[in-house]
T-cell receptor, first 115, second 114 residues
């Protein structure tokens, strides 16, 4: 069965600093990978996704993620964090192939930003 | 106006009550989902409806009963719940058949069972 591990429960960074959130997955086939963000009191919003091709994918709000098959990782990065990025971030893998959209989520990483 | 609207946003109910959560999507999608979000646990997929037919039921207790009367509306009927059912219930929609993998979520209904 597929699984997603986000090893960091809570990360605190200063505004303007760089950010990397870690995600490791376990999945037998070529994974479809996603990062979602959840602001307080809100639902989840898709930041970016990887299906195939270029392993470095760009998303909204200045985020990017890199797929590394050898490490089974899909880490999320941002070069300069803004206070509005404070939220919870979820990595997800699609469970059973294209079109099913049955996502397995990690437990999330809560990001706090210090002014 | 958000694409996926959930009501009520907050609900407190006793274990003997019957209540319903409502979800409406204005995106023209043809698949709708219920997820459960509990503290310190990953999001759990509960039900999936595609073209108004239930295509997934992830071993959810029968005290949760979904209903999808049309492609724009999804309900979750609740009865004789337990305190451990207290959680944030998220509705989502998507366009099945297109290889986007993107779910559009509502803001959730925060349920507290006393």
């Amino acid at each position: 069965a597929q699984s997603v591990t986000q090893p960091d429960i809570h990360i605190t960074v200063s505004e303007g600093a760089s950010l990397e959130l870690r995600c490791n997955y376990s999945y037998g086939a070529t994974p479809y990978l996603f990062w979602y963000v959840q602001s307080p009191g809100q639902g989840l919003q898709l930041l970016l996704k990887y299906f195939s091709g270029d392993t470095l994918v760009q998303g909204i709000k200045g985020f990017e993620a890199e797929f590394k098959r050898s490490q089974s990782s899909f880490n999320l990065r941002k070069p300069s964090v803004h206070w509005s990025d404070a939220a919870e971030y979820f990595c997800a893998v699609e469970s059973s192939g294209a079109g099913s959209y049955q996502l397995t989520f990690g437990k999330g990483t809560k990001l706090s930003v210090i002014p | 106006e958000t694409g996926v609207t959930q009501t009520p946003r907050h609900l407190v109910m006793g274990m003997t009550n019957k209540k319903s959560l409502k979800c409406e999507q204005h995106l023209g999608h043809n698949a709708m989902y219920w997820y459960k979000q509990s503290a310190k646990k990953p999001l759990e997929l509960m039900f999936v409806y595609s073209l108004e037919e239930r295509v997934e039921n992830n071993s959810v207790p029968s005290r949760f009963s979904p209903e999808c009367p049309n492609s724009s509306h999804l309900f979750l009927h609740l009865h004789t719940l337990q305190p451990e059912d207290s959680a944030l219930y998220l509705c989502a929609s998507s366009r099945r058949g297109q290889n986007t993998g993107e779910l559009f979520f509502g803001e959730g209904s925060r349920l507290t069972v006393l």
